[in-house]
């Protein structure tokens, strides 16, 4: 029993270092100026994040997106902007977390309200210029 569960052990291993490598492929074949963004957008969809954990929405499926700030847990003082997709269909995703970064287009580690109401802002501003409601919630 103890060999097995050695055994995998490194099975699990493998399968970290091969996401990883993936995901670290995926970001090294970009831009700089796109390593760093949020939305990435094509003509009729929007993909959220890179790698294995993008997740794609067509356009002329979202009803409404809500957006809402607050202090990141665990943190000395950072702020943290929220997003979630509403679809017609009545399911919503997930609040996706981001922080400066969509505002300075690089690695940011302690981000004020400020800043993230600019962020928000920026990305309210790139759904709307594609017809796709937007909330600003507290």
């Given at each position: ?14 399968i ?5 490598t993936y ?7 970009m831009?700089?100026?796109?390593r760093y ?22 356009l002329?499926?979202?009803?409404e ?8 847990f665990?943190?000395?003082g ?14 919503t995703s ?16 302690i981000t004020n ?7 928000i ?11 796709i409601?937007c909330?600003k919630y507290?």
């Amino acid at each position: 029993m103890g060999s097995y569960m050695i055994i995998l052990m490194f099975i699990l291993i493998a399968i970290a270092i091969v996401f990883a490598t993936y995901n670290l492929s995926i970001i090294k074949s970009m831009s700089p100026e796109d390593r760093y963004k949020l939305l990435y957008f094509t003509d009729d969809q929007v993909s959220i994040g890179l790698g294995l954990m993008k997740r794609t929405y067509k356009l002329k499926d979202i009803r409404e997106v809500r957006f809402s700030k607050g202090k990141k847990f665990r943190s000395m003082g950072s702020w943290a902007g929220r997003m979630k997709i509403c679809l017609l269909n009545g399911k919503t995703s997930r609040w996706i977390e981001f922080d400066g970064t969509v505002y300075f287009k690089k690695m940011v580690y302690i981000t004020n309200e400020e800043i993230i109401d600019k962020s928000i802002d920026i990305l309210m501003n790139e759904f709307k210029s594609r017809g796709i409601q937007c909330n600003k919630y507290k």
